[in-house]
């Protein structure tokens, strides 16, 4: 089942444990799986350089220390609060986190997990409390000295507090990891981990303990086995084989492929809907689970970091100098058993091709149950046309890493086939950008994506390969590209920029080229233009633009209720994320002289029409602005533009793109 939309009703939410488990676990994955390429790094390193390694090298070596103490859990911290509140909360995380780490003895990665969303939040807090309380002309100093305040306290907070806690916390799941491992009881975790993963649940039992305490202890002894509990292929590749062999019909033809995936590509949700078809196949994962770890603590294996995706390939990267063959017998064993057994539970009872899709469409109500969706809510439907011009495709997922990825090689050849100049990638929901014109997820993320990029044609499915949606997409967008552009949008819309522009002005559309340059050096100064601004509504937004007018000496204070006023007769929003609000009529005696102020909002502000990152007043005497406002109308055609100034953190950018 997929689904064109661009609208549709909210979701219902429902409650349960499973829920509030795989939400847990799905935040804990965006502040890791982003960041893995470093632990990857730092494993490589550790591998390579110490004294035990493939190379050692006692300069490189000291490169893993710091690393492991500060690096890596400063990268979550940030990630756990940019995923709060963008860039400001991921350095008050990182800020917070500094507190922990330099409290601790060993690496805080849960201390690290805690400060970041903490310190994201709090300072989101903050910033929706001032508001636009903030004195105009003084947001940047507020800004800074806030962060700075408040991370200070939260630093301290986490050494005097939080770190000490964490630590105490952090000992005893270490102890009672060692005590398990003393007892021989390791293996029975695969009692709740095989299930968890068919579940979604995984995430949570992954980054929030076994990761930590894996980390911890790759940091002492150089491996752990932490790593091999979760990310073993062998019990689905045992699965997968037996169905290769004793399945029927099309449920045979599909499982070499899908062993193919699972093992050399590490997707191991291709193998949940065999399991899930024969209920008796848990069994079969978790005996062979447990054979798996058994193996694996009886020949002593581990690796030197998470391994990700959980693929042989992976595997074998993570393994330490001459640990290769325990950790080979571990996936052996655990495969041979989990083939055993399923091929037993085959034989006895053979599955149907019906079973099978039983089976999928139980793979996707698990996935949108434990998010609180329907299956049977269906959303609203759109066609391109709804879209001026399609140049950029985003396929995302939690992380970005896996089913998207594949999803965007899957359909980026079926447009390089259809010779269709559109960019075609991927990347984790929370990191889809501004320009995006038709975002693809799957349909329990699609609310999720929404909010990130509320303007673009969005596309719910249920699977990311293999989907006829793929086919019908390209058909659909070689139609468009095709035809001439008759996008069924607002008029304000329709209009030319800088037309645009000129109809907001009547009185002052003057054609500056016909009739001389004016100096418009003093409309648009550096000292007017504001940067990083929070979220705001509409008309708060252009109450701080006209108090920075009035600030600056361009108009007398009537002038601001002047352009709420103005915003109530027609938006001001004029296209690709700009609006200009401003007075007209009797206002213009308000106006002491031609001035221009620029407010950027990264992350908008919902205008009638669209979402404005740059929120630009305007008080407009005479000709004096018009320069500016032509080079404005110019620079903002281009999308990509505003894209960029929406995220600049320097006003000499705005002002070098704007000004005379």
């Not at 391994?307 to 325990?326: D, E, F, R």
């Amino acid at each position: 089942m997929s689904t064109l939309e661009q609208s549709a009703p909210a979701p219902k939410k429902t409650g349960g444990v499973k829920q509030a488990t795989q939400k847990f676990g799905r935040f804990l994955s965006a502040m890791v799986m982003p960041n893995i390429g470093a632990f990857i790094a730092w494993g490589f390193l550790t591998a390579l350089f110490i004294e035990a390694g493939y190379l050692p090298n006692e300069d490189l070596a000291s490169l893993v220390d710091p690393m492991i103490k500060y690096l890596l859990p400063l990268l979550i911290a940030y990630s756990g609060g940019k995923a709060i509140h963008d860039h400001r909360g991921g350095v008050l995380g990182a800020i917070a986190a500094m507190g922990v780490i330099v409290g601790a003895d060993i690496p805080m990665f849960i201390g690290a997990m805690i400060m970041g969303p903490l310190a994201g939040y709090v300072i989101k807090q903050f910033d929706k409390y001032i508001g636009s309380k903030t004195p105009s002309g003084f947001e940047m100093l507020v800004n800074n000295f806030s962060a700075g305040i408040i991370g200070m306290l939260l630093a301290i907070a986490g050494f005097y507090g939080v770190g000490p806690v964490v630590s105490a916390f952090t000992d005893l799941l270490a102890s009672g990891v060692d005590a398990i491992l003393g007892w021989g009881l390791l293996p029975l975790a695969s009692i709740f981990i095989e299930p968890a993963k068919i579940l979604f649940l995984n995430n949570a039992i992954n980054h929030g303990i076994l990761s930590p305490i894996g980390i911890q202890q790759a940091g002492e002894f150089g491996k752990s086995i932490m790593f091999l509990l979760e990310a073993n292929p062998g019990p689905g590749l045992g699965l997968l084989l037996a169905y290769s062999i004793f399945g029927k019909g099309s449920i045979k033809g599909s499982a070499p492929g899908a062993a193919i995936i699972h093992f050399f590509g590490g997707i191991h949700e291709v193998y949940f809907p065999y399991v899930l078809m024969k209920p008796i196949m848990f069994v079969s994962v978790i005996v062979s689970g447990m054979a798996g770890v058994f193996t694996f603590s009886l020949l002593d294996a581990g690796l030197i970091a998470a391994a990700s995706p959980g693929s042989i390939i992976a595997l074998m990267l993570m393994s330490p100098k001459g640990g290769y063959i325990p950790v080979i017998a571990g996936v052996l064993v655990a495969a041979v058993v989990s083939f055993l057994l399923s091929s037993l539970f085959l034989r006895r009872s053979a599955a149907t091709d019906e079973d099978l899709d039983k089976a999928k469409e139980a793979v996707s109500d698990l996935k949108n149950s434990s998010k609180g969706i329907s299956t049977n809510e269906t959303a609203g439907t759109a066609d391109l046309s709804n879209k001026a011009h399609i140049n950029k495709i985003i396929f995302a997922c939690d992380a970005g890493m896996g089913s998207s990825a594949m999803g965007a090689t899957s359909f980026r050849k079926k447009v390089k086939n259809a010779g269709l100049p559109i960019e075609v990638t991927n990347t984790a929901i929370e990191n889809i950008p501004l320009d995006a014109d038709l975002v693809v997820t799957q349909q329990n993320l699609t609310p999720r994506a929404k909010a990130k990029a509320p303007n673009a044609v969005h596309v719910s499915i249920d699977n990311f390969v293999n989907n006829p949606i793929y086919d019908k997409l390209i058909e659909e967008l070689k139609a468009k590209a095709e035809q001439p552009d008759t996008s069924p949008v607002p008029e304000y819309a329709q209009e030319d920029v800088t037309e645009s522009l000129d109809k907001t002005f009547p009185e002052d559309a003057v054609n500056t080229k016909n009739n001389g340059e004016t100096d418009g050096s003093g409309v648009l100064r550096k000292e007017n233009i504001v940067l990083q601004l929070p979220s705001v509504s509409k008309e708060d937004a252009i109450r701080r633009a006209g108090e920075s007018l009035v600030s600056a000496g361009y108009v007398q204070p009537h002038y601001v209720d002047a352009m709420i006023e103005r915003e109530g007769v027609a938006t001001t929003y004029i296209g690709n994320g700009v609006a200009i609000p401003h007075g007209v009529g009797e206002a213009k005696k308000e106006i002491k002289t031609s001035g221009i102020v620029i407010h950027q909002y990264p992350e908008g502000v919902e205008f009638e029409g669209g979402t404005a990152y740059l929120v630009i007043g305007i008080a407009g005497a005479g000709r004096e602005h018009l320069q500016i406002l032509t080079k404005i109308a110019e620079a903002i055609e281009d999308e990509s533009t505003v894209t960029r100034l929406a995220r600049v953190t320097d006003p000499d950018e705005l002002y070098n793109t704007f000004g005379v």
